[in-house]
């Protein structure tokens, strides 16, 4: 810690730059601390400063951690001080949280990444990387080339779906990133998918955080999962790592352990070969004894010899079966990974297909809802149409109410007046036939010149009859002047019969008067039931058309329970592939609990290969303590066979002494 002080205020003197007291006063604190770690966060570094740090970081030093987070940074102040580490081999955390670095550190940022083989951790929070595209892409294919960082933390830089594409083309081919931090940035939907696909291809992340960046949650739910994937992927192999190792370095020891013994019964062995050599020449006897105990510990050695090689090739056979074991699984991890791969496959095009089906539903729903819109249009018009027809029937009806009232007032009219004529010349016959009797020969005398008279009023009232078939109201004038002028005549010839005559003759012309009022009527009676007709026809025509109305309801009703049928069907679809995806995930669960149950008998496996190891060790004590019984039996025979040779050698100098020989001898001597 102390060199690093000198040497930074040494470049300080060089460079002629004046040391920051900030700095000075941080390295102070990190040399009382006796610590790894060089914490500048918080002190604004100039240009000048950073290209002391950079020089002094470029050799090896004793930090570990350099943490410039809120440093205040400059352009060239970061590309200087980040050129510094690029072949230092000591720092392995770098943090430069809140520095805003742009574009020129993205480039300087994937330099170091592609160049620096130490580096395990990198903050980069709250800068500004994603803003421009082509120096983030230059960070990523540095990150895609390092193979050394296992932590990144990209939080609050601004990364848009551009940057997540290049983000995900560098963690495809990156294999050592196990945490990444995106929180808070910008990704959005394009981003996330890109992200996912990526993922599927790289198993080395296993925590991975994506909150605050407008990604779906069924996206961020497959993130996790994969994520999830990885860290059940990566722990099972650590699992099967850590016994391999573990299996192993026991089938070592085993091996070793035998090997000893093995070693040491030859020695023994040998040993016992040498001492029966010593001691083959003593007697014959002890040799054959010692043939016979030599060959049963040949026959023991032998059999133990065969146990050792039943118990190699047991192991052989248990390391055999955890080999195939761990290919077995092996084989099950890969087919349930391709199961998983196929069924994310077939969920994103199902998800696709409905996507589609849903799409043309909609379109289809848009164009009935614009035929129901046409066809309600036509129906306003033809409603509008038949309101004004109504009311022209409305109206004609109201104008034949009126003329039938009005010529029903004329009858009545007409009517009156006929009785009154009728009264009036009842009256006037009876006066006719009172007077009649007093004014005979005055009508006599008059006869002639009325019958003239009568004669021209009977042309003129046919005229008159022929004018009252013309109009109604000059046949009303006429019969009102007829009558005056009758009464005038009456008043003149009260006691003609003739006059009377005219009189009915009157009566005949006004009954054909009425005669045509009543065809005429009879006319507009027949003028009405036309005009009924074409109202029944044009109700008719309005029934039609409201048919035909309930007719394009009753489609429209029809579509839409086809299409509500339709969505019904596409949700039992969804259902049933909801249902084969919980098939799915009940037959994975059953190659879990497959798995787990081949664990266990992988355990068990061991466990009866550990106490048939202890059997057989327990075989080996047992033998080499028949092996020590048996030497200190050969060791208590030999003890024997000296302690008789001995004896017997006494015995002989005993008989040699006490033979004649000796006696002769002794006088010689």
Request: with cysteine.
């Amino acid at each position: 810690m102390e060199d690093f002080r000198r040497t930074y205020l040494r470049l300080c003197k060089e460079g002629g730059v004046e040391p920051q007291e900030s700095v000075l006063a941080q390295l102070q604190e990190s040399r009382d601390a006796l610590g790894s770690r060089l914490d500048l966060s918080g002190q604004s570094l100039s240009a000048d400063t950073c290209s002391v740090l950079a020089r002094t970081l470029q050799k090896d030093t004793v930090f570990t951690e350099v943490l410039l987070s809120d440093c205040m940074l400059s352009e060239e102040g970061a590309k200087v001080l980040l050129s510094g580490l690029f072949g230092n081999t000591t720092v392995k955390v770098l943090d430069l949280k809140g520095n805003n670095l742009r574009s020129t550190g993205a480039e300087v940022l994937g330099k170091l990444l592609a160049r620096n083989k130490t580096l395990r951790r990198l903050v980069l929070e709250w800068n500004a990387l994603g803003v421009w595209d082509e120096a983030f892409s230059l960070f990523c294919e540095g990150l895609a080339s390092n193979g050394v960082l296992t932590q990144l933390d990209l939080r609050n830089n601004q990364i848009n779906h551009h940057g997540a594409a290049e983000l995900a083309l560098a963690l495809k081919r990156n294999t050592a990133v196990q945490a990444l931090d995106l929180r808070w940035n910008n990704i959005g939907l394009w981003g996330g998918r890109t992200l996912l696909e990526a993922l599927q291809q790289n198993k080395s992340i296993l925590q991975l955080e994506m909150a605050g960046n407008n990604i779906p949650s069924d996206t961020l739910k497959a993130l996790e999962q994969t994520t999830g994937h990885n860290s059940d992927r990566q722990s099972t192999l650590r699992d099967s790592r850590s016994r391999t190792q573990i299996l192993s370095k026991e089938i070592q020891t085993l091996k070793e352990e035998k090997g000893r013994q093995f070693l040491s019964l030859m020695e023994t062995i040998d040993r016992q070969r040498e001492e029966m050599g010593r001691s083959n020449g003593s007697t014959c006897s002890q040799i054959g004894q010692l043939q016979e105990a030599l060959n049963e510990r040949k026959s023991a050695v032998n059999s133990l010899t065969a146990k050792l090689q039943m118990t190699e090739a047991a192991l052989a056979l248990s390391e055999q079966k955890n080999h195939n074991i761990g290919e077995l699984l092996i084989r099950v991890k890969a087919e349930k990974e391709e199961q998983r791969e196929r069924q994310s496959r077939e969920r994103r095009k199902e998800q696709e297909d409905g996507a589609l089906r849903e799409g043309k539903l909609l379109r289809e729903i848009q164009n009935l809802t614009e035929t129901n819109g046409q066809l309600m249009n036509k129906m306003e018009e033809m409603e509008r149409r038949c309101k004004s027809q109504q009311q022209q029937i409305f109206e004609l009806k109201q104008e034949l109410t009126n003329s039938t009232a009005e010529l029903k007032l004329q009858l009545a009219q007409a009517e009156d007046r006929l009785e009154i004529e009728k009264r009036r010349s009842k009256q006037a016959l009876q006066d006719m036939d009172s007077l009649r009797q007093k004014e005979v020969e005055q009508v006599n005398r008059h006869l002639e010149g009325s019958e003239r008279a009568l004669q021209e009023r009977i042309f003129k009232l046919e005229g008159q009859r022929i004018q009252l078939e013309e109009e109604l109201s000059k046949a009303k004038a006429a019969c009102v002047t007829e009558r005056a002028q009758a009464e005038e005549e009456l008043g003149r010839v009260r006691a003609q019969q003739e006059h009377v005559s005219s009189v009915e003759e009157k009566l005949r012309s006004v009954r054909s008067l009425q005669q045509e009022v009543q065809l005429q009527c009879s006319q507009q009676k027949q003028s009405i039931s036309e005009l009924q007709a074409k109202n029944s026809q044009q109700s008719m025509e309005m029934n039609g058309l409201r048919r035909r109305t309930e007719e394009l309801q009753q489609e429209l009703s029809g579509k839409d329970q086809e299409k509500m049928s339709e969505v019904s069907r596409v949700r039992v679809e969804l259902q049933e592939q909801i249902g084969h995806l919980q098939a799915e995930r009940t037959a994975q669960g059953g190659l879990k609990e497959k798995i787990s149950a081949l664990e266990r008998e992988i355990k068990a496996l061991s466990s009866n290969h550990r106490e048939a190891l202890l059997d057989k060790e327990s075989e080996m004590s047992s033998m080499l303590e028949k092996l020590r019984l048996k030497e200190t039996e050969i060791q208590r025979m030999r003890e024997d066979e000296a302690q008789r040779a001995s004896y017997l050698q006494s015995a002989i100098l005993t008989y040699v002494q006490g033979s004649p020989l000796g006696h002769y001898s002794s006088p010689k001597k």
